[in-house]
């Protein structure tokens, strides 16, 4: 069963998310469990405050080390090798996300999810309790709690058993390194437009044969870089 907690300061913005489709149906079948927890749990003031100015000056505000790192503890323990989960920060400074990389934290599970917010982190609480910090795209979002429904999406799918079709997972675009190429589906007319007689032929070998080709002219019109990535790494 995968495991993920969820630590943030706007729990109820995965309140759907976690309801509706796939995410849904996998933790009601109970081959996921997610658990989404309140950071202000952890504060000890009498206003549950989770952030403060940053030293040095400057807009926004930066979220205190205190209650990160006795949540974090509290969910993982305190790092190091008896840590009884992974914990992963959603930051832009991370590492960015790829299908490899979702593959990979599926095999490091339970996860512990921590959504940063306002100018960031104090950079105590990577160094004290932080494993790993993970980004999904080079831009910049309000806080962590969209990326990281984007990485248990992601994660959610490759269980087995989640997809109505396993199949779909091992031809999906990433999983070979190249895009996926385009579909169909009825009518075989619409607004001019015919459906590629190849994929009516009834030839499966020839089916295949063609969706492999589109998938890499695909894959070299519009995500070049993927092609460049999948040559290093047959010479090495």
Same mark, same amino acid.
């Given at each position: 069963?995968?495991?993920?907690?969820?630590?943030?300061?706007?729990?109820?913005?995965?309140?759907?998310?976690?309801? #509706?489709?796939? @995410? =849904?149906? %996998?933790?009601? $079948?109970?081959?996921?469990?997610?658990?989404?927890?309140?950071? $202000?749990?952890?504060? #000890?003031?009498?206003?549950?405050? @989770? !952030?403060? %100015?940053?030293?040095?000056?400057?807009?926004?505000?930066?979220?205190?080390? =205190?209650? *990160?790192?006795?949540?974090?503890?509290?969910?993982?323990?305190?790092?190091?090798?008896?840590?009884?989960?992974?914990?992963?920060?959603?930051? /832009?400074?991370?590492?960015?996300?790829?299908?490899?990389?979702?593959?990979?934290?599926?095999?490091?599970?339970?996860?512990?999810?921590?959504? =940063?917010?306002?100018?960031?982190?104090?950079?105590?609480?990577?160094?004290?309790?932080?494993?790993?910090?993970?980004?999904? =795209?080079?831009?910049?979002?309000?806080?962590?709690?969209? /990326?990281?429904?984007?990485?248990? +999406?992601?994660?959610?799918?490759?269980?087995?058993?989640?997809?109505?079709? /396993? +199949?779909?997972?091992?031809?999906?675009?990433? $999983?070979?390194?190249?895009? #996926?190429?385009?579909?169909?589906?009825?009518?075989?007319?619409?607004?001019? *437009?015919?459906?590629?007689?190849?994929?009516?032929?009834?030839?499966?070998?020839?089916? !295949?044969?063609?969706?492999?080709?589109?998938?890499?002219?695909?894959?070299?019109? $519009?995500? /070049?870089? *993927? *092609?460049?990535?999948?040559?290093?790494?047959? #010479?090495?």
């Amino acid at each position: 069963m995968l495991r993920i907690e969820v630590l943030t300061i706007f729990p109820g913005l995965f309140d759907a998310f976690l309801r #509706e489709s796939m @995410v =849904g149906i %996998a933790i009601r $079948r109970g081959v996921v469990e997610i658990a989404v927890h309140d950071l $202000r749990q952890w504060t #000890e003031d009498r206003h549950r405050s @989770v !952030d403060d %100015a940053p030293y040095g000056g400057g807009p926004g505000m930066v979220m205190k080390p =205190g209650p *990160l790192v006795a949540a974090i503890d509290s969910l993982a323990g305190p790092k190091g090798v008896e840590r009884t989960a992974r914990v992963v920060l959603l930051s /832009p400074q991370g590492r960015r996300l790829d299908q490899p990389r979702l593959a990979g934290l599926l095999e490091r599970e339970p996860l512990v999810l921590v959504c =940063g917010r306002y100018e960031g982190v104090d950079q105590r609480v990577i160094d004290l309790a932080v494993d790993e910090e993970i980004s999904v =795209g080079d831009y910049v979002l309000s806080g962590g709690e969209v /990326p990281a429904m984007v990485l248990i +999406e992601g994660m959610v799918r490759l269980v087995p058993g989640v997809l109505g079709n /396993p +199949e779909s997972v091992g031809t999906e675009s990433f $999983r070979r390194g190249l895009l #996926e190429g385009p579909h169909y589906t009825r009518p075989p007319q619409f607004g001019g *437009l015919s459906v590629p007689k190849v994929l009516c032929s009834g030839d499966h070998a020839a089916v !295949d044969r063609w969706r492999a080709q589109q998938a890499l002219e695909f894959t070299r019109r $519009r995500r /070049p870089d *993927l *092609l460049e990535s999948k040559s290093h790494e047959d #010479e090495s």
